[in-house]
Antibody, heavy 119, light 112 residues
Framework: EVQLVQSGAEVKKPGESLRISCQGS????????IAWVRQMPGQGLEWMGI????????RYSPSFQGQVTISADRSTSTAFLQWSSLRASDTAMYFC????????????WGQGTLVTVSS | DIVMTQSPDSLAVSLGERATINCKSSQSVLNSSRSKDYFAWYQQKPGQPPKLLINWASTRESGVPDRFSGSGSGTDFTLTISSLQAEDVAVYYC????????FGQGTKVELK
C-alpha cells in the first residue's frame, strides 16, 4: 500500500528556520516525483514545487522559487520542505503528493503538516 | 501560468439531485499528440487532504462511485455528480498538469 506520512504540526516564530518531512512507503521512492502543495487557512491549493528523489532533479513554481527549498533523502525515502526564515504569511497546511511524471495527476497525498508562524 | 477558473464558487443541492461544476482554463490543456487532456478533479473534505476523483478529464479513479463523471476538452471542463449523497459534501478543485500544475479556486458543495 502506497503511503505518504508527513511530520507533525509546528509552531514557530517569524525569522526561525524549519524543515518538514514526507516519508514514502509501499513503492520505489526513487522512481516517483514528490510535489509540495500549500493551502493557506480557508484558501485553495497552490503547487509549490517538486523533486525526483532518483536524481534530486527539483523544479519550483515561480511563486515559490527562492522562498523554500525542496530536498530528498533516498536512503530514508523522505522528502523535505525547508524555510530559512519563516514569515507569518507562511502559516498554512502543507501537503506532499506523489506524481508519476512532471505532468501527471497527484494520486497519493500525505495527511498534511500544519505550520503556524506567530510571534 | 495557466489560470483555472471554476464556477460557481458554491452551490447547494438537494439529496439525490444533480450537481454540476465547471472549470475553464486560460489556455488549452490538450496534448494533441497524445490526444489527452492533462486535467484532473479532486475532492477535499474538512481536515483531509485532497482526493483524486478523475484523471485525464474523464477517467474515474479506482473506487470512485460512478455518480461522479468528468467531461470536456481543451479549455472547458465539467464535473457532474449525478445524484448527490450526503458524503459528497466537500470542496471540489480542478487542476491542470499540462504545465506547472495549477488549481481552480474551489467549489463548495453543500446540501440544500
Amino acid at each position: 500500500e502506497v503511503q505518504l506520512v508527513q511530520s507533525g504540526a509546528e509552531v514557530k516564530k517569524p525569522g526561525e528556520s524549519l524543515r518538514i518531512s514526507c516519508q514514502g512507503s509501499g513503492y520505489n521512492f526513487g522512481s516517483y516525483w514528490i510535489a509540495w502543495v500549500r493551502q493557506m487557512p480557508g484558501q485553495g491549493l497552490e503547487w509549490m514545487g517538486i523533486i525526483y528523489p532518483g536524481d534530486s532533479d527539483t523544479r519550483y513554481s515561480p511563486s515559490f522559487q527562492g522562498q523554500v527549498t525542496i530536498s530528498a533523502d533516498r536512503s530514508t525515502s523522505t522528502a523535505f520542505l525547508q524555510w530559512s526564515s519563516l514569515r507569518a504569511s507562511d502559516t498554512a497546511m502543507y501537503f506532499c503528493a506523489r506524481q508519476s511524471t512532471l505532468t501527471a495527476k497527484m494520486g497519493y497525498w500525505g495527511q498534511g503538516t500544519l505550520v503556524t508562524v506567530s510571534s | 501560468d495557466i489560470v483555472m477558473t471554476q464556477s460557481p464558487d458554491s452551490l447547494a443541492v438537494s439529496l439525490g439531485e444533480r450537481a454540476t461544476i465547471n472549470c475553464k482554463s486560460s489556455q488549452s490543456v490538450l496534448n494533441s499528440s497524445r490526444s489527452k487532456d492533462y486535467f484532473a478533479w479532486y475532492q477535499q473534505k474538512p481536515g483531509q487532504p485532497p482526493k483524486l476523483l478523475i484523471n485525464w478529464a474523464s477517467t474515474r479513479e479506482s473506487g470512485v462511485p460512478d455518480r461522479f463523471s468528468g467531461s470536456g476538452s481543451g479549455t472547458d471542463f465539467t464535473l457532474t455528480i449525478s445524484s448527490l449523497q450526503a458524503e459528497d459534501v466537500a470542496v471540489y478543485y480542478c487542476q491542470q498538469y499540462y504545465s506547472i500544475p495549477t488549481f481552480g479556486q474551489g467549489t463548495k458543495v453543500e446540501l440544500k
